[in-house]
């Protein structure tokens, strides 16, 4: 190890000579899939680096360059991150994917687990202003219920990502770099962490730079323990959300009746596939019924599901519903949550 520590060094000396002196912006887009917006970027970023010498110099201003270099002779590579990572995504119609992530099972087990924490979700509910049964939702599509949270030590997820993933290069630097942080604020080791092989990290699955941003201890002891603490784990999904804009008393999604000579029209809306473009008083005029509590100027989206082979449903999502999507990238996601959230309640 201590050989290799010294090539490392020695390496980097060499490198730095070449190596261009600018550092990369501190501040990254947030990890959890956000709608895609248009941002304006000033500054050109620096390409990714190709390996940890580069990558340790431009994060000499997190940590020492010996930290850096301790921390590359001790983590591994894991091939069969990568080859999960890089199998072809299917891309699953609704019917196929609510069997495995809003089953009647899935439903039932996030009422046991409610009942089980009912103080700490009622807590967190109290807190942050979002329904207990949304925040147990997240947990039982994340984790189911903090019981598969992942194996991997975190470090070692996102040194192989960082340098091999080619399509994400930046994203898991950035991520390396908030696993330094988050070490150092906590008094951890970087090699302590456990989490997916993409490195998210607990119950509530939070990559490194969340857990930097939105994690909260909601148990006192000082430390937001999202990996064994429930209170923890519903503190962090509820701030989530809240910062993120939940609607206290909103809806996720309304399900709609649908002719079928508006179906053309929904079709179209549909494929938007972006943020609440429209407001519920603009689908109203289109004769589409919505609950009265719902204001007109609600903005809102239409996206439809395949509810069985060519057999669509169509659901106007309103601003809860773009929330949960900033938690993850996917209407299914967000849809799932709001039938076990509603589910949970139901079986109260
Ligand atoms: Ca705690």
Request: glycine share 6%; hydrophobic share 40%.
């Amino acid at each position: 190890m201590q050989k290799r520590t010294l090539s490392l060094l020695t390496m980097l000396i060499l490198f730095q000579a070449a190596c261009a002196t600018q550092t990369l912006p501190e501040n990254t887009p947030e990890t959890q899939t956000t709608p895609s917006t248009s941002e304006t970027v000033t500054n050109e970023p620096l390409p990714p680096c190709s390996d940890p010498m580069c990558f340790m110099q431009r994060s000499v201003h997190i940590a020492t360059q010996d930290e850096w270099a301790d921390f590359f002779n001790q983590v591994e590579y894991k091939d069969n991150i990568i080859e999960i990572i890089t199998r072809p995504a299917t891309s699953r119609p609704w019917y196929r994917f609510a069997v495995d992530n809003a089953s009647a099972k899935r439903i039932a087990d996030g009422v046991a687990f409610y009942k089980q924490n009912q103080s700490v979700a009622l807590q967190a509910e109290q807190n942050y202003g979002v329904p207990a049964s949304v925040m147990t939702a997240i947990l039982g599509i994340e984790t189911v219920y903090g019981r598969n949270m992942g194996s991997y030590r975190v470090a070692d997820a996102l040194n192989t990502l960082a340098f091999n993933y080619n399509k994400r290069l930046d994203f898991f630097q950035d991520e390396l770099r908030a696993l330094m942080q988050m070490s150092k604020e906590l008094n951890r080791n970087p090699l302590d962490f456990t989490g997916s092989y993409a490195g998210a990290m607990g119950m509530p699955q939070f990559m490194p730079s969340s857990y930097r941003q939105w994690a909260k201890d909601g148990d006192g002891d000082g430390f937001a323990d999202i990996w064994t603490s429930r209170a923890d784990a519903y503190a962090s999904v509820g701030n989530y959300l809240k910062q993120h804009g939940w609607q206290t008393g909103g809806r996720i999604f309304v399900p709609l009746s649908v002719s079928e000579e508006q179906v053309p029209q929904l079709d179209a809306f549909s494929a938007e596939k972006t943020g609440l473009n429209h407001t519920v008083g603009e689908f109203r005029q289109l004769g589409l019924t919505l609950p009265p509590d719902i204001k007109d100027d609600d903005k809102a989206l239409i996206y439809r599901l395949e509810t069985a082979p060519n057999e669509f449903s169509y659901y106007v999502g309103l601003n809860n519903f773009v929330v949960i999507w900033q938690y993850n990238n996917s209407r299914m996601y967000v849809h799932a949550v709001g039938v076990i959230a509603n589910g949970i309640r139901s079986g109260l």
